[in-house]
Structure formats: structure tokens, C-alpha cells
């Protein structure tokens, strides 16, 4: 969120100002006329207008529905301003009735009016935690997934992309874990008052090339979206209730606008390649490493399967593995058009998008992606009612291959064979090769598409009185499958089209809502008051059937499950949720200055068991504008705007799986005699409840300098207690955990720290600068009885959740040449689990992020720089002992070599030395494989140049845009963000974009 | 105010009834929901005969698929002849398999949790059945079917158990906050309870399974279970008396050909296939075609093991050659999935382990050539000459002999033979580097330990 444009606001005000008082009064002998009408904004009525005769006293200001009278006569100008908006003049003449638009001023600070859900409320007068990113800088971006356009752009929400595969997902914690389960820590999302699912349809067996299931935002176009606000404190997430624990994002489309219908024309273009790649051995480095491994470990035959060294392969090949595998270039291809445009009572938006992007995998795989925005809006004449539809579909299609190929390329001998033969076969290398491009013909496809629908009546009562509907469905339909053909084995096994398989996944959630709302509004002296009351009902099915079939007459009858000879359901359900809830809120604000606002939420769910199903929520804000008191103005004038706003409450966590109070059994997808069998559901809890999550947030908001700097710092401390987890159980139980409510407070503690400062500004060239800083802390304050729970290993009261314990690492035994540990128990031998008590913390210290943007007059640069430091797991936590047959990073070639060495690696082993085998072993679970993971990134880059319209009415923008430019890092392995060594690094983009609009 | 509130009057207040009768609405009644389709309540499911049967052929087929005595790779036939000196290690590194191969199991082992979890799953599904099926619901017959074969399983699953892992907790009840703190039961205990689950069962069980097929327990198979539970435990007698029970009544299969075929008469359990054409998983996990092979292969000590003529070697062997080299792979099971039928189910218990159980217990009870005789039968069936070993101490090591090469790959047998007679450290001790004393038993899986602290101590040498 950028609120750099605050300076303007004031030079507005006090033009108008300037207009109210010095002006001679010249027009009082004119015949004095009423001039009635209504003003209105492209959302809709505005109220509080202020409408002055130009160059007199007399002025009015418009009511809750927009209208306004004022006498003038016809020579007179009227003068339209209101904070945040472009000032308007127009002249009387004839005219009687005068319906005035007015255009939002995208400089001014108050413009920003905030969607925070159920209401609205300008930037300057919230009293919660709202972080927003806009259109433009989501369009700055070129990615495919909403969630990546708000990686870095707001304090307090750490979204971490976890691979770099198309239609992969992301993990979004907003102000850090709260619960002790590593899920249930999603965010609410809501795209246009509709609540959408943060759980996938997907099948994680299905789309194991992406790690996890596709993510549910593919279902939302980046360029679609208008803004994002993402919700933090309480008093911006109670009246979310139960569902508010983990922060709220809200995601508002875009819209049609009033003005002359106008038509937008972009197609972009683009590429993209692996972020980072590991620095590995070279054949020469690499086979040495083997022989001397042989060598330590006594051996002098090589022995019948290491190829690489054995004499079978060539010694002298040398592939880049990652290249060849990872280095491929993918394509991204853009096509947009947009119409727009409306009248005050109605306005309409038609929006229609393609995206298509390959991989940098080799072989021809893609994403598509088709959406199509309409809105339409319309306002009766009287402004009494107001109705909007809005609806958007968006379908995607992927195809990739079912691995990511990243562990052959990091694995694979560098010396391997090549990958095809003279005859352009498929190289097997006499069976001793494993190639991995035979996986390619094994195919990931999806398709999705995703319908939402919503409708939103308001209809005003009378003056301030409003009621209002808002109606939404949605419906995602997901059809996945995974092949794996017989081609994907070696030939010489001599497996046919009957061992070919494919599991496929069908998916379909649909969910209606319907919430009607009443809205009362007063303005009682100097005292505002603003009342809100709402009711909720939602229904959400969701259902899902994967199937295996194997045994195809041929493999291009591999997609029809019906030419198979067999045949397994391994699921078929069908959920529902129910979900009912009573909200409200009561606002008082007294003259801008001091703000009250209370929300609250009554919640049911039929993820509870009976009488457990309901619960209350609420939260109490307020603000106090001390920038606005006589004194302060007067005693600090260089100090422009100063706010201090504070919130305590609590919302809840209903993130669970349906049914679990439910005692029961369930189909296992197999069979036997012939029977499908059935088997206990899991272990059932009839008792438990709400999971409780208090925030409490105190904020200070400065701007200084006419608000050419702006600072908000802000302090939170959420407390999630009744925590709701799958307590996980012995195996002695025959499940791995019960659904319960565990006796524990998750403290996550933090400070956000936000700079926007105005470098530059003149008439041609502006200069801005944004800097945010998070410092998340996360804490275990109380577990009653940790010490006799099934936690009693795994954390530890005053530490955060995020600590693994781990052997203590002690290094390369001189001696040995083999990796030692600390033998906590002194029992001699390192033993499990009584050895692994080093606690080492796996996870985020802080984060932030820098963006500047620079304006000279037609030509705007923005770029953003992320910065994140963190632990995480290096590569060493699951690559092969080195000496082994796998390659390995350059890293290893520091390692003991004779008596007296030390070194980052122990001796090489081939395998055949058992204490170094073990000492291997116990090294991936020490505190060896946690290191630094902090990296700094130039996450995004873009350069636009706006083309002054021409004699044709045309207007021209060409840009370039950058994602993931350069890392830096000391992170020992692929990419410090996935961190994974079985996941693709995110991709750097370019891209190159050209815009039109008619 | 007034004029426009009455102007509204009509409107509003139908328009605001409207809204509150909505929110009236707001009631447990709209967040009920039924219970959904794809589950069935223990309240329905313990009403009816079918519903009960569907859940305990779910311990069978995961039996079959999962844990334990499964034919793929996670099953003790592979893991235990890793373990062992049955096979060598051929996949790629870093795979479970390869810590049981370098017998460097470390608590971690997801496969040995996964025998540890999944086979505690299935004694859970087993005591769910027993405290489930009840009168009036169930008649006195379906009680005793569906209780005899649940404390079947219990016994069988708890067996492997134990001489997997020692003092184990024998779990007897499905509520877990006694069994999320179970104490380690001791050897000898968890012996008593496997042998009383297993008499029970013998009682309650038919005397013949229903379909023909054998493929699930009766009376026959839990006196065959009991044979080799009572050889363990070292109570020659009555392994011998269980043993010839099972003899008495079982035939006698002649051509080693034939022994896997699903036919054959002395199969006494067998695992029936997912469907049909599937055959069995051994067949898919251990053939091979390819030199040097993919993934395991027969030790060369094993296939050297066989006598000069032994039609077991030639007919249960199978080989690979790249023209220098060859390896071996078990070939006990010949079909493979994608054929139209299956001629072969994953034999759990069969006839030649009764004889040689009761050689051995005739052994030790001082009767040698009873034992000879019983040991003949099985070299008869292989070609071979009968025995020639004498005494004692001879027609013992005669017996392991016989085990290995008729037992071999066959869920762990030669794991148990030597770990019992306390010869495993000299045979292991001698060819495999990795080995030493503590590696007798598994590691507790680590998250046990975590989770469960009265299951400390761990084992030793973890």
C-alpha cells in the first residue's frame, strides 16, 4: 500500500479554500435559481461534497444519497470538491438539474477508501490493520497467480512461493502461525463478498510434480483484480468471526467506470528461466570424488553397478544435467482486451483475458489461461436502488510433465550417458541408465474452470436507512490426471501398453451465500454515527472422485478410463459445509477526530458436533487523529497528519476437515473377495470446539512535511488458545492424531514498519520511495502439561512452533574423517530420540522490502527489492552421501581426506563404509542441514512509457516488465525461497507489453 | 424525518420483517448436515451382517497391499531379505530399503514406522470388530465368525510385532487414551496373549473357510499360526501336536511346480489378488528382466545355498544374464498383473512349513526319525536324496538348511530362523558388514518414542 500522495489532498483543499474567500462578490445581482442534482462517483452516490458558488460564500454540501441544491444564478460556477477527488467546476447556465461525476484524484491519500469488507472507510479514518495493494501494482507483474503479485508488497503477509512449476501454489501466513498444526494457518479469502476456498480440489497425488495440490487461486486472474486488501488486527477480522483468525484477503474486481466507452487493447510477451541454479562437480571433480570414496572405503573392484566409474559409461562425457533438464526457456504470452465505460445510473465492464506460458522443462508442455470479467452496475434515478452483477469466469489448462525434474538434474552423474541414440531413441545405455527424459511421456494435465457470480442490491430507505442483499455463487469444477505409460521404463523390461496407467481426480465445489444487510447512518452534530447489521447463510458442497485404471490396449487410449482392463475408485466423496452467522458494527466518529468502532460476529458451523456449533466474536477499535488537534498543529507544524489507533479482539479458526465428531467408517477404495472394503474413519471426537485466536494492535501513523513522508509503525500480539489440532497420536492408537481442542496458547508477537516518502516531485519528474520491515515473532506461552503430551518432543513452552531439535553437529572428527555429534544422554553411542535435543529454529527472523518508483513525464520505472532472513533446510538435508552415485555441489569438494583434515564434508563413502554410512545418516537430521537462508531479491522491475495520445484519440503505452531479476544469497542449495531440492525454483521473467486504448 | 419515514412506512417494514424473518432462520436447523455419503456411523454399520463383513476384509486386502505380509517392496519378504542375506541392494541410493539392506536402521526408518503404524491400524480395525459385533444385531454364529477371525488378525499382526521390535504393547481395546500411553508388554507376556487370541480363535473359527479358496482364516489356519508360534516360544510339543493337526488335514502338493498356483492343495491361507488378472504383488516386486538388475537381486550365497539337482533352485529361481554376469530373482510366483486371471494368491501359511516345524519340534523332543521323515517329504518333492544327517545337532542344521531354500523370500522366515537359534550374529555377523547384536530387533519408530514416553527405552543400539 502506497499512500504517497497525501501533499495533494492538501493543495486541493486549500485551492478551495483560497476560492471560498477571496472572491469579490460579483454575481449577486443575477436572478438567484435552485440548482438541484446528485453527485456521484463511479461506485456510485457520494455524500459530503462540498458545492460552492464559485467566487461567493454560498455553498451546501451533498446528502448520503448524493444530492445536493444550491442557488445560484446562471453566470455563476459551481464548484465541486471533496477530499480525494479532482476538483470539478462547472457552469450553471440554463440548467436546473446538474448530476455531477466525479473522478477520483489517485493522488490524494483520502481517496483511498478502503474495502474492509462489509463496508467501506477511508485510509485516513480506519481504526483497524488494512494493507492494500492496487491494480497498478498488481499489473506491474508479470504472474500468472494473484497470491505471487503480493509477494513483498505488504508488511505483516509472508507469502512464500513454494515451486516454480505453472499453477503451483504458495503459503500465505499473515502475521505468522497461530496454530500448532503446520495447516490451518490459511487466510480467509473473499473475491467480491463471496467467500473462495483457500483448499484445493486438487489431488497432491495427482499433481505430485507441483509438491502439493494446484493452487485454488489459478481459479482469479491477476489483471482482473482492481485491489487487495488483506485484513490484520481484529478490528478489521471479527466481523469475519470464525474464519478470521488468520487475516482476511479481500480481492475486488474490476469494474466499469464512468466516462466515454473506451476500448483497451495489450498483448505482452515474454520469457523466463530457472532462478538459481547449484554449483556442481564437473566430471573430472565428480569422478575423483568416487574413486576416492572406493578408495576409503576398501574397495578396488568397482563393483557391477557403478556405472559411472566401472568402465560401462564414457568418463570423458560431461553433461550439464541442469541445463539440459531445467535450462529450457519458457514463453509467456498475454492477450487482453477490456470495454468499459457508463453513465452515471449505469456502467458496465466486458473483460476478457489470455494467458499462456511453457516450461523450462524440455518436451512441449503449458499453462493456458482464459478469463472473462463482466460487471454491470446500475443505479435507479432517484438513487434509491443500486444493483450490481458482477460475474467472472476464468478457465485454465495445464499440461506438464508428473516430475520437475529437478533431483535428476541435481543427481544425476555428470558423465551419464547421453539421452538419445544415433537413431534418436531413447538411450537406456544397454539398461544401465535410467534416463529421465522417458518421464516426459508421463503427463500432468488439468483443467479447471471456475465460475463466480455476484450480485449485490442496496436499496435506501430513507436518508441514511439502507438495506442490501449480496448474493454470490460459485463453482469450481477441476478434472486432473497423472499418467504414467509403459514408455516411461526401460524397453529391455519389456513392459507393454497393459502396464500403462492413469489416476485421475474430478472435482467440483459449489457454494452459495446469501447475506442480507442493513445499514443506518447519522450525523448528529459533530458525532457520526454508523450502524451495520448482517446475517450470513452459506452452503458449500464439495465433491471428489479419483480413479486408477491400468491396462490400455495402447497408449493413446490412455485418457479413456473406459479402455482399460482394470479399474479402482480409490475415493468418491461428497462434503457439505453449513455455515450461519449474525454481524454487526457500530462506528462513532466525532468530527473526524475520534473514532469508536465496535464489530462483532455470532457464528455457527457443521464442522462441530452438536452443541458445540455456535460462537461469539468481537472486537473493539478505535482511532484518535492528534494531527488534527489545534495544538498539535500549532506546537509541531511540520508534523501533517498523526494517528494513533489501537484494536483488541478475537476471531476464530474453523479449519478443519467435516465430520470429524462422527463416528464412523469409510470406504477404502480396494477390495477383497471381491468386496469393496470399509474401514474406520478415524479416531472420533464428539467434544471439540472453537479454536480462539485475541489480537491485539496499537499503531502510530505520522506524515510529515506535508505528508511528503509518511510513517506507520505498528505493533500486534495475536494469542491463538483452544488451539484445534489433530493431536497426533502413537501408533499404538491406529491413527496418527484425533481432532481436538489442545490446551495451548500460540503467541505471534510483531512489528510492521512502513516508509513512504516523496523523494521529488515537480512537474516532470517524481520520485517516491516505500519501505516496509516486519519483524514476526512467534512463541509457545503456555502448554499445561507439555512434558506428558505427545508434543512433549516437539516444542518447547517460550519457544517459537518453528523449531526443529536436532542432533548438535560438532563437525569432521580429525581422526575418523567422520561427522560427530553431541551425546546429550553420555550414553556413548548417538541414539534417537534421546540425542536430538539441540533446538534449532527453521524459519523467517524478519522481512521487508523496498520499492521505488520514478516518474519523469511519460516515462515511469518501479522496482521492489525483497529481502528475507531466514533459516531453512539446505541441500544436505536429503542429498546422497557424497561418493555415492550422485552428483554433488562444488561445497563438498571441502572435506577430510587423511588424519588432521576437517572440512564441510566427512570422508567420501561409496557405501560400503557402515560407520560413515551412519554418520551420513545422522547428519540429515543434525544441525548441520539448517542454515542460513536469507536472501535478497530484485523481486520486480518495470519501465513504462506512455505515448501522449494522438490526433486519433489513441493512447499508447509500451512497457517491460521484470520478476526475480537477481538473488543473493549464501543459501547452500537451489533456490532459498522453495528451498526444496525436489521443487522448481521460482522462474525469472521478462516481458515486454504493449497497450492501447480507444 | 417523520414525513419520509412514513413515506417509507409500507416499504420499510415489510422490507425490514422481511430481513429479521431471514435472520431467524439463523438456527441449528440450517447448519445440519446429514452424514455424508461416503461414510457410514459405527451405529448403522454394527447393525448389519454385510456392513460388518465389508470391514473386515479390509485387514485382508491391507494385508495384502500395505504392511507386513505384503508382496511389494514395503513387506518383510523384501525388507527382512534385505535385512537378512536373501538380497542385494541394486536401487539407487537413499531409498527405506537400503537401511535394512547396510542393516543400519536408524528410528527415523519411515518403513519401519510404517510397519509399526500400520499394523497397530489394523489391530485397531480387528478390536473395532470385537467390540462391535453384539447381540441382538448379530447371531451367535456371526459373532463367533467375525470375533474368531478379528482375534486372528490380533494375534498374527501382534506376532510380527514381537519378533520384530520386542516388548511391545499388546493392544486389546480401541480407546485411545489407554493406548496413546501403552506400556511395552514383555516377550514372554505378549507370547501368552498371542497364544490365548489365537486358541480363542481356533474355537470360534469354522472348521472350513466358506469359499473354498482359503483366503480367509479357519481353524486350520489359526492351528498352523499356532505351530509356529508354539516352535518360537519353544514349546515343542505343542507345536508338534498343532503341526500335525494342520498335517493331518491338508494335502500334500508333489510337484514344486505346482506349490503356488492357487490350486494347490497344501496352500492353507492365501491372500486372494485385488481383482482379477491382478496375481500376486511378490510376482511384480521380484522379477526382473534386465541385467544388472533394477532393483534387488537374490545373493549369490542363497542361489549357492541349493543342493546339485534341487528342482526348487530350478523351478523357484529365476535368471538374468548380460552374458558375463548373471542374477538371481525369486520366481516362486510366475504371473504377473494384466493377465486374464489369476492363477496364483499370495500364499501366507502352506503345508511344508508345518513338516518342517514339526521335524524341528520332533527334533528337539528326541524323536530324529520322525523328523527325518518329515524332512524326506520336502526333499522328495525337491528331487533330492533323503537326508543323511544324524543326531541332534545334525538333522537341525538339516532343518535351517531345508527352511532357507524352501522358506526364502517368503516373508522373513530366514530373518526369524537364524534370530531364534542364535546363529544370526555368526551367519550375518560374517557377510554383512553393517551387523552386530542389537541389529535383532527393529528400532522403535522415533515418533513412538516422542509421542509415547512409556515406551522408552528405546532398543538398544539406536
Known amino acids: 500500500m502506497k499512500n504517497y500522495y497525501r501533499r495533494s489532498y492538501a493543495y486541493a483543499l486549500s485551492f478551495a479554500l483560497f476560492l471560498t474567500y477571496n472572491s469579490p462578490l460579483l454575481s449577486q445581482n443575477q436572478p438567484q435559481k435552485t440548482i438541484s442534482g446528485i453527485i456521484t462517483d463511479a461506485d456510485g452516490p457520494l455524500s459530503g461534497v462540498n458545492v460552492q458558488v464559485k467566487n461567493t460564500a454560498r455553498g451546501s454540501i451533498s446528502d448520503l444519497d448524493g444530492r445536493y441544491s444550491v442557488s445560484a444564478s446562471a453566470n455563476d460556477m459551481l464548484v465541486f470538491t471533496y477530499v480525494g477527488y479532482k476538483l470539478r467546476e462547472v457552469a450553471v447556465g440554463t440548467a436546473s438539474i446538474m448530476n455531477v461525476v466525479m473522478e477520483v484524484d489517485a493522488q490524494a491519500l483520502d481517496a483511498v477508501v478502503i474495502n474492509a469488507g462489509y463496508y467501506k472507510v477511508s485510509d485516513r479514518e480506519k481504526t483497524g490493520s488494512i494493507a492494500r495493494v492496487t491494480a497498478e501494482e498488481i499489473e506491474r507483474q508479470p504472474v500468472s497467480n494473484p497470491l505471487a503479485a503480493l509477494q513483498g508488497r505488504m508488511a505483516g503477509v509472508n507469502i512464500v512461493q513454494t515451486t516454480g512449476v505453472p499453477g503451483g501454489g504458495f503459503s500465505v501466513r499473515i502475521r505468522g502461525r497461530n496454530s500448532i498444526r503446520a495447516d490451518g494457518s490459511e487466510p480467509l479469502y473473499i473475491v467480491d463478498g463471496i467467500p473462495y476456498p483457500s483448499q484445493s480440489l486438487g489431488n497432491t497425488e495427482v499433481s505430485n510434480v507441483m509438491g502439493q495440490a494446484q493452487s485454488p487461486l489459478n481459479g482469479i486472474s491477476p489483471t482482473d483484480i482492481e485491489s487487495i486488501e488483506v485484513l490484520k488486527d481484529a478490528d478489521a477480522t471479527a466481523i469475519y468471526g470464525s474464519r478470521g483468525a488468520n487475516g482476511v484477503v479481500l480481492i475486488t474486481t474490476k469494474k466499469g467506470k464512468v466516462g466515454k466507452t473506451t476500448l483497451t487493447l495489450g498483448t505482452t510477451t515474454g520469457v523466463g528461466s530457472v532462478t538459481r541454479r547449484m554449483d556442481l562437480l564437473n566430471t573430472e571433480q565428480y569422478l575423483a570424488m568416487r574413486r576416492e570414496a572406493f578408495a576409503n572405503d576398501g574397495i578396488s573392484e568397482y563393483p557391477a553397478n557403478a556405472y559411472d566409474i566401472n568402465g560401462t559409461w564414457n568418463q570423458t562425457r560431461y553433461t550439464d544435467w541442469q541445463e539440459v533438464l531445467l535450462g529450457n526457456t519458457a514463453y509467456y504470452n498475454t492477450l487482453e482486451a477490456s470495454i468499459t465505460g457508463g453513465s452515471i445510473n449505469n456502467q458496465f465492464l466486458v473483460k476478457g483475458s489470455h494467458r499462456k506460458e511453457t516450461t523450462v522443462f524440455p518436451g512441449n508442455f503449458d499453462y493456458k489461461k482464459n478469463s472473462l470479467l463482466s460487471s454491470y452496475t446500475h443505479t435507479t434515478e432517484d438513487q434509491k436502488l443500486r444493483l450490481r452483477v458482477t460475474g467472472n469466469y476464468v478457465s485454465d489448462n495445464n499440461r506438464l510433465p508428473t516430475t520437475a525434474f529437478v533431483h535428476p538434474a541435481v543427481n544425476l552423474p555428470p558423465n551419464a550417458p547421453a539421452l538419445y541414440n544415433e537413431n534418436g531413441e531413447l538411450n537406456w545405455e544397454n539398461s544401465t541408465f535410467s534416463n529421465p527424459l522417458a518421464q516426459l511421456a508421463a503427463n500432468y494435465r488439468s483443467q479447471s474452470s471456475t465460475l463466480l457470480g455476484n450480485g449485490n442490491i442496496t436499496y435506501t430507505l430513507f436518508k441514511g436507512f439502507s438495506v442490501s442483499a449480496n448474493l454470490g455463487y460459485n463453482e469450481i469444477h477441476l478434472e486432473e490426471s497423472n499418467t504414467n505409460p509403459n514408455t516411461v521404463y526401460d524397453p529391455a523390461f519389456g513392459l507393454g501398453s497393459e502396464y500403462s496407467s492413469i489416476t485421475a481426480n474430478t472435482a467440483k465445489r459449489s457454494s452459495w451465500i446469501v447475506e442480507p444487510q442493513l445499514e443506518y447512518e447519522y450525523q448528529f452534530g459533530k458525532m457520526g454515527f454508523s450502524i451495520l447489521a448482517g446475517t450470513t447463510f452459506q452452503s458449500e458442497t464439495r465433491f471428489g472422485r479419483t480413479q486408477y485404471a491400468m491396462g490400455f490396449t495402447s497408449n493413446n487410449l490412455i485418457y479413456d478410463l473406459s479402455s482399460a482392463t482394470d479399474h479402482i475408485i480409490l475415493s468418491n466423496k461428497e462434503d457439505e459445509y453449513r455455515y450461519n452467522a449474525v454481524y454487526g458494527r457500530i462506528n462513532l466518529n466525532w468530527e473526524s477526530k475520534y473514532i469508536l468502532n465496535l464489530t462483532g460476529r455470532r457464528d455457527g458451523s457443521s464442522r462441530f458436533g452438536p452443541g458445540k456449533r455456535f460462537a461469539n466474536f468481537g472486537a473493539v477499535g478505535a482511532a484518535w487523529l492528534f494531527g488534527d488537534e489545534e495544538f498539535i498543529k500549532e506546537g509541531l507544524p511540520f508534523l501533517s497528519f498523526g494517528k494513533i489507533r489501537g484494536s483488541y479482539g478475537s476471531s476464530g479458526n474453523d479449519q478443519i476437515g467435516n465430520y470429524g465428531y462422527l463416528n464412523s467408517y469409510i470406504g477404502t477404495g480396494t477390495s477383497y473377495q471381491g468386496i469393496p472394503t470399509l474401514q474406520p474413519a478415524n479416531l472420533y471426537n464428539p467434544d471439540y470446539g472453537w479454536e480462539t485466536n485475541r489480537k491485539m494492535e496499537l499503531a502510530l501513523e505520522l506524515g510529515f512535511l506535508k505528508d511528503r513522508i509518511n510513517l506507520t509503525t505498528a505493533f500486534y500480539r495475536n494469542r491463538s488458545s483452544s488451539q484445534l489440532v489433530g493431536i497426533p497420536l502413537p501408533g499404538t492408537t491406529g491413527f496418527p492424531s484425533i481432532q481436538a481442542n489442545l490446551d495451548a496458547t500460540v503467541e505471534n508477537r510483531g512489528l510492521e514498519i512502513e516508509l513512504n516518502t516523496v523523494n521529488l516531485k515537480n512537474e516532470n519528474l517524481t520520485w517516491t520511495t516505500t519501505a516496509q520491515l516486519t519483524v514476526p515473532r512467534n512463541k509457545l506461552i503456555s502448554f499445561p502439561n507439555l512434558e506428558g503430551s505427545t508434543y512433549a518432543n516437539q516444542f518447547v513452552v517460550g519457544e517459537p512452533l518453528d523449531l526443529a531439535l536436532l542432533l548438535n553437529y560438532t563437525g569432521v572428527d580429525p581422526q575418523t574423517g567422520l561427522y560427530t555429534f553431541e551425546d546429550y544422554d553420555g550414553d556413548g553411542n548417538i541414539s534417537f530420540p534421546n540425542d536430538l535435543k539441540k533446538p534449532v529454529r527453521v524459519g523467517v527472523d524478519y522481512y521487508g522490502s523496498l520499492t521505488n518508483t520514478i516518474t519523469y513525464k511519460n516515462l515511469s520505472f518501479d522496482f521492489l527489492l525483497q529481502y528475507v532472513k531466514q533459516t531453512g533446510y539446505n541441500f544436505q538435508y536429503t542429498s546422497a552421501p557424497a561418493g555415492f552415485m550422485a552428483n554433488q555441489p562444488t561445497e563438498v569438494l571441502d572435506h577430510w581426506q587423511q588424519p588432521g583434515d576437517q572440512g564441510f564434508n566427512q570422508q567420501f563413502t561409496a557405501g560400503f563404509n557402515e560407520d560413515a554410512y551412519v554418520a551420513y545418516s545422522y547428519h540429515s537430521y543434525s544441525s548441520a542441514v539448517v542454515s542460513d537462508a536469507s536472501f535478497l531479491r530484485l523481486k520486480n522491475v518495470s519501465l513504462s512509457y506512455t505515448i501522449p495520445k494522438t490526433a486519433l484519440g489513441v493512447g499508447c503505452r509500451i512497457y517491460g516488465l521484470a520478476q526475480n531479476l537477481f538473488t543473493i544469497t549464501d543459501f547452500i542449495g537451489m533456490d532459498p525461497e522453495t528451498q526444496s531440492l525436489g521443487q522448481l525454483p521460482p522462474l525469472r521473467v521478462m516481458s515486454l507489453g504493449v497497450e492501447l486504448s480507444i | ?462
Open chain 2, 1 to 462: 424525518m417523520k414525513k419520509l419515514i412514513k413515506k417509507y412506512k409500507t416499504k420499510s417494514v415489510s422490507i425490514i420483517i422481511f430481513t429479521l424473518a431471514l435472520s431467524l432462520w439463523s438456527c441449528e436447523d440450517f447448519i445440519e448436515v446429514d452424514t455424508p455419503n461416503y461414510l457410514i456411523g459405527n451405529d448403522v454399520l454394527y447393525t448389519d451382517a454385510k456392513t460388518v463383513e465389508a470391514a473386515m476384509l479390509s485387514i485382508y486386502a491391507k494385508l495384502r497391499d500395505n504392511t507386513l505380509l505384503t508382496g511389494d517392496a514395503q513387506g518383510l519378504s523384501t525388507l527382512l531379505g534385505q535385512y537378512a542375506d536373501e538380497f542385494d541392494y541394486y536401487s539407487p541410493y537413499g531409498l527405506p530399503e537400503e537401511q535394512f539392506n547396510k542393516n543400519a536402521l536408524l528410528a527415523s526408518n519411515t518403513s519401519v514406522a510404517q510397519i509399526w503404524d500400520g499394523s497397530y491400524n489394523q489391530i485397531y480395525a480387528a478390536n473395532a470388530i470385537l467390540e462391535g459385533v453384539k447381540v441382538p444385531y448379530f447371531s451367535q454364529e456371526e459373532i463367533a465368525q467375525f470375533s474368531g477371525e478379528s482375534l486372528f488378525i490380533r494375534g498374527l499382526v501382534h506376532f510380527y510385532l514381537v519378533t520384530l521390535y520386542g516388548d511391545v504393547p499388546y493392544i486389546k481395546t480401541t480407546n485411545y487414551l489407554l493406548n496413546q500411553e501403552a506400556h511395552r508388554d514383555k516377550v514372554v507376556d505378549v507370547y501368552q496373549y498371542i497364544i490365548e487370541d489365537l486358541e480363542t480363535a481356533r474355537t470360534l473359527l469354522p472348521p472350513n473357510e466358506s469359499s473354498g479358496e482359503r483366503v480367509r482364516p479357519d481353524q486350520k489356519t489359526a492351528a498352523a499360526l499356532l505351530a509356529r508360534v508354539y516352535l518360537y516360544s519353544q514349546n515343542w510339543e505343542k507345536a508338534a501336536a498343532m503341526a500335525s493337526l494342520v498335517i493331518e488335514n491338508t494335502s500334500w502338493e508333489t510337484n514344486p511346480e505346482n506349490v503356488f498356483l492357487k490350486e494347490s492343495p497344501s496352500i492353507i491361507w492365501q491372500l486372494q489378488p485385488e481383482f482379477d488378472g491382478r496375481n500376486t504383488l511378490e510376482a511384480g516386486n521380484f522379477i526382473f528382466e534386465t541385467a544388472p538388475p533394477p532393483t534387488r537381486a537374490l545373493t549369490p550365497s542363497l542361489v549357492n545355498a541349493f543342493e546339485q539337482g534341487d528342482l526348487r533352485k530350478e523351478h523357484w529361481i529365476g535368471t538374468v544374464t548380460d552374458g558375463t554376469q548373471s542374477w538371481y530373482y525369486p520366481f516362486k510366483y510366475k504371473h504377473q498383473a494384466g493377465e486374464p486371471t489369476n492363477a496364483e494368491y499370495s500364499i501366507i501359511l502352506r503345508l511344508a512349513e508345518q513338516y518342517l516345524i514339526r521335524a524341528e519340534a520332533r527334533v528337539h523332543m528326541g524323536d530324529l526319525s520322525a523328523a527325518q521323515s518329515d524332512i524326506n517329504l520336502i526333499r522328495t518333492r525337491a528331487g533330492l536324496a533323503p537326508t543323511n544327517a544324524n543326531g541332534n545337532e545334525e538333522l537341525q542344521n538339516a532343518i535351517m538348511q531345508e527352511r532357507r531354500v524352501e522358506l526364502f523370500s517368503e516373508h522373513g522366515h530366514r530373518f526369524f530362523d537364524l534370530k531364534r537359534t542364535g546363529s544370526i550374529d555368526n551367519v550375518l555377523g560374517n557377510i554383512k558388514p553393517g551387523w552386530n547384536g542389537d541389529d535383532i530387533l527393529f528400532p522403535i519408530p522415533q515418533k513412538d518414542l516422542l509421542l509415547n514416553p512409556n515406551l522408552q527405552p528405546q532398543n538398544p543400539g539406536y
